[in-house]
């Protein structure tokens, strides 16, 4: 394996400039707030994901300093309920499952497929706005009291017991919803309509593929939550039975419908990561994908097989033992794509020319984090075992090693591979190195302490715990500070890089993509002739020129 | 991609069809016809989701991908059913 340290590539053999691009092509609050540029939505995506992030992250910090002591000192019983249900709420619902979609998606898929715009301009602009709608509801629900429930909303207590702002919360999630719903339809229409000449299914980056199948999901799941918060609400306002066992209703039928969407859910955040790695590795190992069809067919197979397993999540709950056994083999099942990915990921890296910078430190961290997460998930759908550790701080660890790290690593790696794309502007690849790897120590000093915790039975949810769980908690603390400050950094060095005056060129890590054959910033059009796909998307033997289309 | 519209006099009895079919759910519901009554009343709301789909979706005179759009949604909902009967179904059979 050799290792290259040339700090970035050099220019692919598209340099041609165009004075006019995205970013200058217009100027005014009217110009973004009205554009239905794909590019420009992508940037308004960021700037509000990026707030929630934020918003879900004092929550995080705060759920952690509590947890310093063991008699939970500095907020009440039901303040911490209602910090981790702010937490849970946003970091779910209005950051992992919008963002690689709405602020990566967005922003690549026309590029990266040869097209002018996503098929419906102006329903994207629209999602970005319903977006909004949701995301202030929930803001003035957290400020106005919060809501008590964790992001599962269970009921009775939901429909019933719980005095908090239950019903605009949910409301504030279906608005959500409604946005996602709209990317995921124009994201599939865009995929089978738009392509460039000669860019057939098997041409296509497994980026896209990702993409694809997560909108299958947004389309297919998404409805079935914003039916069951209807339920839900007629429950809640109207005493209606349909949840609650005193009105002849079942609590478990919340949970089926709640998780049917929920699960997959995990799906909608975890797949466009692995197609953001399965970008990013071919490119920094000089190297063809390997197996690329399984890989395309595993990001499909986990979207409709991600659909069988949601009792999973209701072991203990009550649920049948026959059907607890299905869902558990049916669990088991679901490895099995997601274990082809990361085989196929680490035969692309052998005899690779491979080169450490930092998109492909984050891919790399992408692989090592999943991997964790994905077989302490084989462990949990294992019934004696899932019984053992239910609701306790091994799930906690387990689900946070899927979706922080692996989900928000593999949005770090596009977000540091595109970010030139996005803006001509190289940020400092120290900076942003050091940055991979406090997130990464600062990840596996969080979670690393939870599963031992979990194991050992500290269960999930309380602000007190007994004393001889401190030691692992203030070491779980310490990491999140880490973890803290790693997330802080890229806020900095992204920033100050659009002050700089280092430009990145159009390839500045001389990839193969379509993206990378137009200038950055792109212009308004994308493209300045229309693209003629010969050959796949990895075809880094072919040059090393990244001479992926000719015009 | 060529298809029929239909004229607005369907429209029109496709709605009035819909009314009928709710008042008479509403008429069910004073009618005493013991374990017949959930089946009666399934197969009402039935006749109205083909209805609506047939007319409203334009299934009627649309192309193949309709349909595909249509099955999709029919499979997710009966993967959803399936399993959660799978549940309830089994639950007495055997407890913890």
């Known amino acids: 394996m050799t290792t290259l340290t040339t700090p970035y590539r050099p220019q692919a053999k598209v340099?041609?400039?165009?004075?006019?691009?995205?970013?200058?092509?217009?100027?005014?609050?009217?110009s973004w707030l009205l554009t239905t540029d794909h590019k420009r939505i992508g940037l308004l995506y960021l700037m509000s994901v990026t707030v929630m992030f934020f918003v879900g992250g004092v929550a995080a910090t705060l759920i952690r300093l509590n947890l310093l002591t063991p008699h939970g000192q500095l907020v009440t019983?039901?303040?911490?309920?209602?910090?981790?249900?702010?937490?849970?709420?946003?970091?779910?619902?209005?950051?992992?499952?919008?963002?690689?979609?709405?602020?990566?998606?967005?922003?690549?898929?026309?590029?990266?497929?040869?097209?002018?715009?996503?098929?419906?301009?102006?329903?994207?602009?629209?999602s970005w706005y319903i977006y909004l709608v949701g995301a202030f509801l929930m803001l003035l629900v957290l400020f106005s009291g919060g809501v008590d429930t964790g992001w599962t909303?269970?009921?009775?207590?939901?429909?019933?017991?719980?005095?908090?702002?239950?019903?605009?919360?949910?409301?504030?999630?279906?608005?959500?919803?409604?946005?996602?719903?709209?990317?995921?339809?124009?994201?599939?229409v865009t995929v089978h309509r738009l392509r460039a000449p000669g860019l057939t299914w098997f041409r296509l980056p497994l980026f896209v593929w990702s993409l694809y199948s997560t909108s299958i999901i947004m389309l297919l799941a998404t409805p079935v939550l914003a039916m069951l918060f209807v339920l839900l609400a007629i429950e809640r306002l109207w005493?209606?039975?349909?949840?609650?066992?005193?009105?002849?209703?079942?609590?478990?039928?919340?949970?089926?419908?709640?998780?049917?969407?929920?699960?997959?859910?995990?799906?909608?955040?975890?797949?466009?990561?692995?197609?953001?790695?399965?970008?990013?590795?071919?490119?920094?190992?000089?190297?063809?994908?390997?197996?690329?069809?399984?890989?395309?067919?595993?990001?499909?197979s986990i979207a409709v097989i991600g659909f069988l397993v949601w009792g999973h999540h209701m072991f203990v709950a009550g649920e049948s033992v026959y059907a607890a056994l299905v869902f558990s083999l049916l669990s088991y099942l679901v490895a099995v794509p997601s274990a082809i990915k990361v085989f196929n990921w680490t035969a692309t890296l052998?005899?690779?020319?491979?080169?450490?910078?930092?998109?492909?430190?984050?891919?790399?961290?992408?692989i090592g984090l999943f991997t964790i997460g994905g077989l302490t998930g084989l462990m949990l759908a294992a019934l004696g075992l899932n019984i053992h550790v239910h609701d306790t701080y091994f799930i906690v660890a387990h689900f946070h090693f899927i979706m922080v790290g692996g989900m928000v690593m593999g949005y770090m790696a596009g977000l540091h591979y595109w970010w030139p794309k996005m803006t001509g502007k190289m940020y400092s690849e120290w900076w942003a190195r050091l940055s991979a790897l406090i997130i990464f120590v600062g990840f596996i000093l969080t979670f690393m302490p939870q599963f031992i915790l979990g194991y050992l039975g500290m269960p999930r949810r309380y602000h007190v715990y007994p004393a001889e769980f401190q030691v692992l908690n203030v070491l779980s603390t310490a990491g999140a500070s880490i973890l803290g400050v790693g997330y802080l950094l890229p806020f900095a060095y992204l920033i100050a890089s659009l002050f700089g005056r280092t430009r990145s060129g159009p390839n500045p890590w001389a990839a193969t993509g379509l993206e990378w054959q137009t200038p950055s910033p792109p212009p308004p059009q994308n493209f300045l002739v229309t693209p003629h796909v010969t050959c796949g998307p990895y075809e880094y033997a072919l040059s090393s020129e990244g001479d992926h289309a000719s015009s | 991609?060529?298809?029929?519209?239909?004229?607005?006099?369907?429209?029109?009895?496709?709605?009035?069809?819909?009314?009928?079919?709710?008042?008479?759910?509403?008429?069910?519901?004073?009618?005493?016809?013991?374990?017949?009554?959930?089946?009666?009343?399934?197969?009402?709301?039935?006749?109205?989701?083909?209805i609506v789909a047939l007319f409203f979706m334009h299934l009627r005179h649309g192309n193949r991908l309709y349909w595909l759009a249509l099955g999709s949604g029919l499979l997710w909902l009966g993967i959803l059913m399936t399993l959660t009967l799978s549940d309830f179904l089994t639950r007495d059979w055997l407890s913890y």
């Not at chain 1, 340099?15 to 009217?30: H, I, P, R, S």
Request: hydrophobic share 55%.
């Open chain 1, 15 to 30: 340099t041609e400039t165009t004075a006019e691009n995205y970013l200058n092509v217009a100027y005014g609050v009217k």
């Open chain 1, 77 to 126: 019983a039901d303040t911490y309920n209602k910090l981790f249900s702010a937490h849970g709420i946003v970091m779910v619902f209005f950051f992992l499952v919008p963002v690689v979609p709405t602020v990566l998606g967005n922003f690549m898929l026309p590029l990266m497929i040869g097209a002018r715009d996503l098929a419906f301009p102006r329903l994207n602009l629209a």
């Open chain 1, 153 to 188: 909303f269970y009921t009775p207590f939901s429909s019933k017991a719980s005095h908090t702002n239950v019903l605009p919360a949910v409301t504030a999630i279906v608005i959500a919803g409604f946005s996602s719903i709209f990317t995921g339809l124009n994201f599939v």
């Open chain 1, 239 to 300: 005493g209606v039975g349909i949840f609650d066992p005193a009105l002849d209703g079942d609590p478990l039928l919340f949970q089926h419908l709640f998780w049917f969407y929920s699960h997959p859910a995990v799906y909608i955040m975890i797949l466009p990561g692995m197609g953001i790695v399965s970008e990013i590795l071919p490119c920094f190992s000089r190297k063809n994908i390997f197996g690329y069809q399984f890989i395309a067919f595993s990001s499909i």
């Open chain 1, 350 to 366: 052998y005899k690779g020319s491979v080169s450490f910078q930092t998109p492909m430190l984050f891919a790399l961290g992408f």
């Open chain 2, 1 to 50: 991609m060529a298809e029929t519209l239909a004229s607005s006099r369907s429209y029109y009895l496709v709605f009035f069809a819909l009314l009928a079919l709710t008042f008479v759910t509403i008429g069910l519901t004073f009618l005493h016809l013991g374990r017949w009554h959930t089946p009666i009343a399934l197969l009402i709301a039935f006749s109205k989701a083909l």
